[in-house]
T-cell receptor, first 112, second 113 residues
Framework: DAGITQSPRYKITETGRQVTLMCHQT?????MFWYRQDLGHGLRLIYY???????DKGEVPDGYVVSRSKTENFPLTLESATRSQTSVYFC???????????FGPGTRLTVL | GQNIDQPTEMTATEGAIVQINCTYQ??????LFWYQQHAGEAPTFLSY????GLEEKGRFSSFLSRSKGYSYLLLKELQMKDSASYLC??????????????FGTGTLLAVQP
């Protein structure tokens, strides 16, 4: 089915481990985004990408790494997970002319 | 910098009308979005305003005043399923990719019978 998917949906890991969250969209949207959502902070932008091989930092990029070798994929890596990175992570995409962002179902990450 | 303010919580009665306000201060403005987010789910698009005035879409309407840095979302004929968080988001001229959004912390609406 067309759309935007995220995997895994739930993840428990330990402090110091590397974790990669996957995001895949089938619309060939140019723009892709990673947000984290925490109580009291709302949605905060971590990284975004305007096209394949073009990425840039958002509001809270520290501790995260992204890549975008293909238009449809935008993985987010936590290089050394910390407890403060426990959160719900949403991936989103939008097209060149349609400015709406469409969100994936989210990944709930717990760092112990 | 960018700052977006909206009430944290609101309560309304089924069948009534509710207005959720959003004020913003941004270094440049290229449109305002409203998203709905049910508990445990992803945000979904409701409306987009880039010019001043009212945009109506069924039971939902959204208003924008750029000179006042103000928007509201109006929900009519409230239903229980409208209980959700409503997120205000502003699109600014960030240079480079201009589809970045800054989100407010959301307004949690509880619809009571």
């Amino acid at each position: 089915d067309a759309g935007i998917t995220q995997s895994p949906r739930y993840k428990i890991t330990e402090t110091g481990r590397q974790v990669t969250l996957m995001c895949h969209q089938t619309w060939s949207h140019s723009y892709m985004f990673w947000y984290r959502q925490d109580l009291g902070h709302g949605l905060r932008l971590i990284y975004y990408s305007a096209a394949a091989d073009i990425t840039d930092k958002g509001e809270v990029p520290d501790g995260y790494v992204v890549s975008r070798s293909k238009t449809e994929n935008f993985p987010l890596t936590l290089e050394s997970a910390t407890r403060s990175q426990t959160s719900v992570y949403f991936c989103a995409s939008s097209g060149e002319s349609d400015l709406r962002q469409f969100f994936g179902p989210g990944t709930r990450l717990t760092v112990l | 910098g960018q700052n977006i303010d909206q009430p944290t919580e609101m309560t309304a009665t089924e069948g009534a009308i509710v207005q959720i306000n959003c004020t913003y201060q941004t270094s440049g403005f290229n449109g305002l979005f409203w998203y709905q987010q049910h508990a445990g789910e992803a945000p979904t698009f409701l409306s987009y305003n880039v010019l001043d005035g009212l945009e109506e879409k069924g039971r939902f309407s959204s208003f924008l005043s750029r000179s006042k840095g103000y928007s509201y979302l109006l929900l009519k004929e409230l239903q229980m399923k409208d209980s959700a968080s409503y997120l205000c988001a502003v699109r600014g001229p960030y240079g480079g990719a201009t589809n970045k959004l800054i989100f407010g912390t959301g307004t949690l609406l509880a619809v009571q019978p």
